[in-house]
């Protein structure tokens, strides 16, 4: 039986993703359907020219048989740029700590040191999540928590040490730019001094989390007490010019507006062009249940569908020629949906994770992860073939990670010491 949540997210999806008639057949209908400014816009982005903010903003709020249109050349160029593989990386999330003093509106990750659900994971504990990761066959450990005032001062640098004398060979992408900012406080470091000793002791990429929407008038909506643009875009292009790489996001369905996104995009275009640091980007959908945006009123939720696949498809024309790598995010979307999304300018279907708190405590109800077989399955729906990689897009031809498709065999450690909070929710 096709689930509710399928249902939903095939009837609120664009006619060319229902339908499966030839690319060309879809280009030619999808340009005979929309309005002449949409028209010049889609061929402006097939020619390779960079389109303009007005063009972006155009694209981002394409309605009806306009996002028919968009979502049919997204997935065009998307075949054109960087073909028909869906790629997807065997990794492990570990939310080391969940206390947090920076109360971000967005976030239900976050506990008080005092709260009996806070927790503070010890070194010893990640290392054998760690441990449990590669033996399921992860390349990755992707890694985030809270901003904890009694964090040890070196606590970033000493953890990387323990990963790294344990298992060398793992892949850590590790600390959002707001856990950077607050450890080079902590230790009284310039950043490029604090990221390079991160980087030399093992740090492999960065999470470009925390950067939710780049305005700083929408972030002093979404928490006052986060890193302000100006910080984010230094601490980003300085990881760049040590040769750390990074991801790019946005969370999108809150208090923004389509005009903040397609800045954010465009900011984001241009730090790309500057340092080629970028190696993906990431869209993720605002999840409201569990936040005080949305206990507030502040928030309106939006149905998952149209708005997703505007936003994918968007990106995808908007960030061509710079940021080629677009995501999905299963975690937030859905796996249904996000499969969905292979077909509106998507190339990524992210990780397993294999465990997940952030979107979780926030509402999300997608899981906390998703095997091998699964990918490859909804990969093959859209008609498509699914190939591991490593977090750095090389593709891992031949390989099946051993233990990649199994469930957590125990349950997660529990928490040893107390709490921390959430900086990288977005």
């Known amino acids: 039986m096709t689930s509710p949540a399928k249902l939903q997210a095939v009837d609120a999806s664009p006619a060319f993703i229902q339908g499966s008639p030839s690319h060309a057949a879809r280009l030619q209908t999808a340009l005979a359907s929309c309005p002449p400014q949409l028209r010049e816009c889609l061929e402006a982005a097939r020619s390779g020219r960079e389109l303009t903010f007005e063009q972006g903003l155009l694209l981002a709020t394409a309605e009806d048989?306009?996002?028919?249109?968009?979502?049919?050349f997204a997935d065009a160029l998307r075949r054109d740029t960087i073909g028909d593989t869906i790629t997807y990386v065997v990794n492990r999330n570990i939310n080391f700590t969940n206390i947090c003093f920076v109360?971000?509106?967005?976030?239900?990750?976050?506990?008080?040191?005092?709260?009996?659900?806070?927790y503070d994971h010890s070194d010893e504990t990640i290392v054998g999540k760690v441990a449990d990761a590669v033996a399921r066959g992860a390349t990755e450990v992707c890694m985030q928590g809270g901003i904890n005032p009694?964090?040890?001062?070196?606590?970033?640098?000493?953890?990387?040490?323990?990963?790294?004398?344990?298992?060398?060979?793992?892949?850590?992408?590790?600390?959002?730019?707001?856990?950077?900012?607050?450890?080079?406080?902590?230790?009284?470091?310039?950043?490029?001094?604090?990221?390079?000793?991160?980087?030399?002791?093992?740090?492999?990429?960065?999470?470009?989390?925390?950067?939710?929407?780049l305005d700083d008038g929408v972030r002093e909506i979404l928490s006052h007490k986060k890193v302000d643009v100006a910080a984010w875009v230094e601490i980003i292009t300085t990881a760049h010019s040590l040769g750390v790489p990074t991801t790019s996001t946005v969370m999108y369905g809150?208090?923004?507006?389509?005009?903040?996104?397609?800045?954010?995009?465009?900011?984001l275009r241009t730090i790309q062009k500057q340092t080629h640091g970028f190696t993906e980007f990431v869209p993720l959908r605002f999840i409201h249940q569990n936040t005080v945006l949305f206990r507030k009123?502040?928030?309106?939720?939006?149905?998952?569908?149209?708005?997703?696949f505007q936003m994918y498809a968007f990106?995808?024309?908007?960030?061509?020629g710079q940021i080629d790598n677009i995501q999905t995010s299963w975690v937030k979307c859905g796996v249904d949906l996000a499969a969905l999304t292979l077909k509106a300018g998507c190339n990524d279907f992210s990780g397993t994770l294999m465990e997940e708190s952030i979107t979780a405590q926030a509402g999300g109800d997608s899981g906390e992860f998703v095997p091998v077989d699964l990918i490859e399955g909804k990969a093959h729906e859209m008609g498509r073939v699914a190939v591991e990689r490593t977090t750095l897009y090389k593709k891992l031809y031949g390989r099946?990670?051993?233990?990649?498709?199994?469930?957590?065999?125990?349950?997660?450690?529990?928490?040893?010491?107390?709490?921390?909070?959430?900086?990288?929710?977005?």
């Open 400 to 426: 099946k990670a051993p233990n990649g498709a199994r469930p957590i065999a125990s349950p997660p450690h529990a928490a040893d010491s107390h709490a921390s909070g959430g900086s990288g929710c977005s």
């Open 103 to 118: 109360g971000c509106q967005f976030c239900g990750f976050k506990r008080q040191r005092w709260e009996s659900d806070a």
């Open 297 to 308: 009123g502040l928030v309106s939720p939006t149905e998952r569908g149209a708005l997703d």
């Open 254 to 267: 809150h208090v923004e507006t389509p005009r903040h996104v397609v800045n954010h995009l465009d900011l």
């Open 315 to 320: 990106s995808r024309l908007f960030l061509r």
């Open 150 to 213: 009694d964090m040890p001062p070196f606590k970033y640098r000493d953890l990387l040490d323990a990963m790294k004398r344990a298992f060398p060979e793992v892949h850590i992408h590790a600390f959002s730019p707001m856990e950077i900012m607050y450890g080079a406080k902590r230790v009284r470091m310039d950043y490029p001094e604090y990221i390079a000793m991160l980087r030399d002791h093992g740090l492999g990429s960065i999470p470009g989390t925390a950067a939710e929407i």
């Open 65 to 72: 048989h306009s996002l028919d249109a968009l979502v049919a």
